[in-house]
């Protein structure tokens, strides 16, 4: 489903410095896998997963991604969307004034327009958006706030899983998805993620923490270090690492 | 990329920059006593507004025109406007639409304003003035039933001159400044609006500014009166065609609520905002006021500016009647070399007067906003409050917003608050709406809409979903 190979990039700061922050990183991720990727601070995991969606502050030198055989890093953000590419916010954005619901029926809406389906009307997209509402806990009154807008960090993360169980993507990338989260909040979250595990589609799982692989149980666990994966292995792996630290990988 | 984007939605192209080919009646360009003698003559004017325009004159030869707006423009001669132009009609002044040259009928249509009666605006009805005078006037007969007045200020000069005559003048007297000054001198029609008492205008009433020719100064003249417990929702819509030279607006906009009168003012601007190298387009100085003059009364004042190469307007409310509430929403959209010099002033005369500011400014390209703002409360006006918000928006990095929010507070039971902020459009934004599966495009505008909320809200139904489109064009290819 997805194979990357070789990828590099680097980003320009104010000062017009050119860092580079990923260093040749392959990844092959097939259909139905749950993939976690963990490391520590500024090994480059997040700029990982935003580049996947087509985040333009970063520059690909090198490299390419294929994603169900097309040339993913060819296309721009919406056509990744529309390929089935999401990404949860590690720290989603406020919009001001556009009412969530809205959004969410817009981005629904425009996303079945390109597969050809006829949009959704506010009544059949208001039952479906309050069953998905109670998978991940969520009030229905967070619908006729502003997007993100006041929300605590537990209910920004469910409005983004929620999003995800709305557009039903191939491909979802969970961008530390489990921090600053409660275990009530990374409960219901997890029980979100697993409802949508269907054998075909795929995860990438960004986290600091092997507390949230408790929930989301993946397949193949990477350690990403220096902008590179410096090891791979099963979901013992993740346990090393909560018992060790880093460190010891650097030796 | 993103800026690129941005830019490409700005600079989408004014849909109304038509010319009507109509054999017009024009004076040659100039101003003198002798041309204000003629526009009253030709208007069969009674005495005391003939002499009250003549010492407008005398009054405007003394000023000079206002330069502390933050506007950069090149200097106006005012000899090389013409301050009359009619479309020639075959009869005077047409009775009813049918007289109406059919040509302006076809212009107005293409606006997106029907003035034939079978395709009227349904609920709306609108004064259309063309150039210098009023060509027609839609649900007379229904309004008259209600008691309503509603006509073109010269028909109001003829059929109710004791109004004109009481009311002409007592908030934006000829004194005011440079601009309506000459607005007093020279102004050619307009609108005229009279709820009598207790009643509620049972529909909106619009009027819809149209310049065609060239080299002429448009000066209207709105004067509305909503008399002890009368409502009244009022709209003006403005276009122009695309010409490289400049246009002169001047227009006086007077508003008078006595007792317990609601009147609720709401302007869509999209008058010519000349080209992207900021050639043309309509120079916009208008004085805009409305008095609260009875107790419990409120004024409120909605306007879209997106229009204008130069906006130089400041929508007031004067509140003198005990609890008399004044309102200002405002969105300002300045794109390309368009500058906008807009905002309001609040006076606070009587006691628990009350007064809300909600302005939005948003600049793209090379744009230049400006919110410029008058808190005033007297030492008459006993717990007094007002609440500001003025947010500004910018779309480009070439672009500027500036504020400039002054207060006079001489009683000091009064209460005020000022918030603002100033945000640039959001590239996490973006991305954010994008991830989605918004196109860019459709992102910007859903982000622009929903920081004007707050204003498009208090616009009158029917017109929200206008103001949302307008906004849409306007902004074509603006952020970055």
Redesign the interface.
Known sequence: MLAIKNLHVCIQDEKEQVKSILHGVDLTIHPGEVHAIMGPNGSGKSTFANVLAGRDQFQVTDGNVLFNDNDLLALQPEERAALGVFLAFQYPIEIPGVNNMYFLRTALNSLRKIKNLPPLDAMDFLALVKTKMREVQMDEKFLHRAVNEGFSGGEKKRNEVLQMLLLEPQLCILDETDSGLDVDALQAIAKGVNSLRDGKRSFIVVTHYQRLLDYIVPDVVHIMAKGKIIKSGDKSLALEIEEKGYGWLDS | ??NQFIKEVVDKSYAYGFVTPIESDNFAPGLSEEVIRNISQRKNEPDFLLQWRLKAYQHWLTCKPPRWAHLHYPDIDYQKIIYYSAPKSKKNAPKNLSEVDPQLLETYKKLGIPLHEHEKLAGVAVDAVFDSVSVATTYKEKLKEAGVIFCSFSEAVQTHPELIQKYLGTVVPYRDNFFAALNSAVFSDGSFVYIPKGVRCPMELSTYFRINAANTGQFERTLIIADDHSYVSYLEGCTAPMRDENQLHAAVVELIALDNAQIKYSTVQNWYPGDEEGRGGIFNFVTKRGACRGKNSKISWTQIETGSAITWKYPSVILQGENSVGEFYSVALTNHRQQADTGTKMIHIGKNTRSTIISKGISAGHGQNTYRGLVRVLPTAHAARNFTQCDSLLLSSTCGAHTFPCMEIKNPTAKIEHEASTSKI????L??????????E?AVS??V??????VFNELPMEFAVEAQKLLEVSLEGSVG
């Open positions: 990329m993103t959001g590239e996490d934004q991305f954010y709406c994008r991830q989605r599966g918004l196109k860019e459709d859903m982000i809409n929903g920081f004007c909320k707050q």
